[in-house]
Nanobody
Framework: QLQLVESGGGLVQPGGSLTLSCAASGTIFSIYSMGWYRQAPGKQRELVVAITSGGSTTYADSVKGRFTISRDNAKNTVYLQMNSLKPEDTAVYYC?????????????WGQGTQVTVSS
């Protein structure tokens, strides 16, 4: 059974840093892309950043220059390094993976991890 397990959220002061991680486990045949979305209260879920199996990345304009995604293909894990955090970065962050489990390709979500930026 596929699982996406996230970790690393928490409370941080403005200007601080956090690192999120997301590990995919299960009978995974291929991972096409992984990424992070976030959802703030009263707002729609939005893409933060995604990375393909080839290493191509797509960042939201609001996080360019502050957030960096990386991946460890051997561990089926992605990391999100978040620097210069702002109060508007406060949200639940969700890991997403486009991958193949057996014959089935689909989009899978983690349970979410809270990031709160506040003094």
């Amino acid at each position: 059974q596929l699982q996406l397990v996230e970790s690393g959220g928490g409370l941080v002061q403005p200007g601080g840093s956090l690192t999120l991680s997301c590990a995919a486990s299960g009978t995974i045949f291929s991972i096409y892309s992984m990424g992070w979305y976030r959802q703030a209260p009263g707002k729609q879920r939005e893409l933060v950043v995604a990375i393909t199996s080839g290493g191509s990345t797509t960042y939201a304009d609001s996080v360019k220059g502050r957030f960096t995604i990386s991946r460890d293909n051997a561990k089926n894990t992605v990391y999100l390094q978040m620097n210069s955090l702002k109060p508007e970065d406060t949200a639940v962050y969700y890991c997403n993976a486009d991958l193949r489990v057996g014959p089935h390709r689909g989009s899978y979500w983690g349970q979410g991890t809270q990031v709160t930026v506040s003094s």
